[in-house]
């Protein structure tokens, strides 16, 4: 049966990527994997291009693994010089636009869910979500499916890791900052400059290190990425606006580093949103020992991902390579799906059955 599932997930991956799929357009894929529950007659549902479905002796009183990964993609660069939506094998490559990322791991979970779908007596119910907007943090994609799902207690988020144990990823936090001057005459030397009053800013966002550090993330990191002020050069400006990309680890909310950077800084600071949290899993959860047991490493993941809309414990796991996301002419290796899939059944055996 593995062999079965694993020869059919490669041809779904290469049906999903021979469909266009950029964020929010995910129609055409939603579809397919419709088609795929219904010929392995796996009931699901559907909310907008979200595709979602439980294991058939779904038990409210068992504890619920969630299984997800995502079937949209960014759009392909200017540098591809292959076909982006053609998935050809070639020296045992599949090429294509979400082939590593995250297309490889999104077959994979969904060849695990299908091989335990039809199992009595799990240890712990099963729903798979192949989820839409991740690549663009959408509002319609896994943040807007739970409040739809039952209670989640533990999660695997498919994404290329190498299939090594991702126990841990920084979260984002996004702030737009505007330091607030007073316009005057350059020649003159009146005013208050505004520039002045951010560089004082973004020295401390250069400098400062927070106090706790997470085992596995490291530090916190924040960035100063973009600025902008003034409009001619004899006029001292009244605000100077810049963005800072705040990657934040398991041991801070964003809430937390958000009011730390409030109490440091006298300038405006406004953040996009809080809801993108670093997560994390227990090293001593059955996963992750499981897949220790299987020879696997834990690492801490510096990307970010779906991981980051939910509240309950978290893995990071799937095959593909991280490096290779977003770049020209992706692909995934052919016997990465394959291992993929025996060590996802693997693992799961060990800790649900």
């Not at 969904?110 to 839409?132: E, G, W």
């Amino acid at each position: 049966m593995i062999e079965k599932l694993t020869k059919e997930a490669i041809q779904l991956l290469q049906e999903l990527i021979a469909t266009q799929s950029f964020s929010s357009e995910e129609d055409g894929t939603a579809a397919i994997i419709e088609k795929w529950f219904e010929k392995n007659e796996i009931s699901f549902k559907r909310n907008n291009h979200n595709v979602y479905a439980f294991n058939k002796y779904f038990d409210t009183e068992k504890p619920t693994l969630l299984l997800n990964s995502h079937h949209d993609t960014v759009k392909p660069n200017s540098a591809y010089t292959r076909d982006p939506l053609n998935p050809e094998i070639i020296d045992g490559k599949l090429f294509g636009l979400g082939s590593n990322d995250a297309g490889g791991c999104l077959v994979s979970l969904i060849a695990l869910f299908t091989y335990f779908y039809n199992h009595k007596d799990l240890k712990y119910n099963l729903i798979m979500v192949a989820s839409a907007e991740e690549e663009s943090s959408g509002q319609n994609g896994l943040n807007s499916m739970l409040p739809i799902l039952p209670k989640i207690d533990v999660a695997i988020v498919g994404e290329p890791t190498l299939m090594q144990l991702a126990v841990a990823e920084k979260g984002l936090l996004v702030i737009d900052c505007i330091a607030h001057g007073k316009a005057g005459h350059a020649a003159h030397g009146l005013g208050d400059n505004s520039i002045y009053k951010a560089m004082e800013a973004i020295e401390w966002f250069r400098t400062y290190k927070f106090p706790k550090v997470s085992e596995t993330l490291g530090e916190i990191k924040m960035t100063v990425t973009q600025i902008n002020a003034g409009s001619q050069h004899n006029v001292i400006p009244a605000e100077c606006h810049f963005v800072v990309d705040v990657r934040i680890t398991d041991a801070y909310s964003n809430k937390e580093v958000l009011e730390i950077i409030k109490s440091h800084v006298e300038v405006e600071v406004k953040e996009r949103s809080l809801r993108l949290n670093s997560s994390s899993i227990p090293k001593e959860h059955a996963l992750v020992k499981a897949g220790i047991a299987l020879g696997r490493e834990t690492y801490g993941s510096p990307t970010l991902s779906d991981q980051a809309v939910l509240t309950c414990s978290s893995l990071k796991l799937g095959p593909g390579d991280s490096l290779r996301s977003h770049t020209a002419d992706e692909f995934i290796y052919v016997n990465e799906i394959e291992e993929g899939i025996k060590i996802y059944i693997d693992l799961l055996t060990d800790v649900i059955v």
